[in-house]
């Protein structure tokens, strides 16, 4: 995505994720743009692509590979320290994930305003129950 709260709501709506903490990964343009390219996806009848401002990460020559050989494309962390990819990590402790949650939800980054229509809606009433029940617990 091109927008950091949505990555941040990625992460932190991540309930399974393991470890610690919640991290994104924002990307240098600058350096990575020498060897690679942003692209923005059809919009066209996809209105979770609009709201999510969703983009993907292509190499802009098949011979080059974003990943120092031998590292697996998930290992972001090996990636950053054997290469100047242009990649920085943001953490939180995850114990900060409802408030986190809470706060975007004020500035609007919520299930329902990235994935418009029901989907969205039901995802945003089970994540305030949820939420709702452990405030009164």
Known sequence: ????????FFA???????GGE?????AEIETLDSIASFIQPATWGNANVIAQR????????????LFPSG????????????????????????????NLLHLLSLDGITY?????????VIRDIKARTATSRQVSA
């Open 22 to 26: 919640l991290a994104i990964f924002a």
């Open 54 to 65: 969703g983009a993907f990460t292509v190499t802009r020559d098949p011979n080059t590979m």
């Open 12 to 18: 932190a709506s991540n309930e399974t994720a393991a």
């Open 1 to 8: 995505t091109f927008n950091a709260k949505t990555a941040a």
């Open 112 to 120: 329902s305003s990235l994935f418009p229509g029901y989907e969205g």
């Open 71 to 98: 590292v697996h494309p998930y290992d972001l962390e090996s990636a950053i320290e054997l290469s100047n990819m242009g990649l920085i990590k943001f953490t939180m402790p995850r114990t900060e994930r409802e």
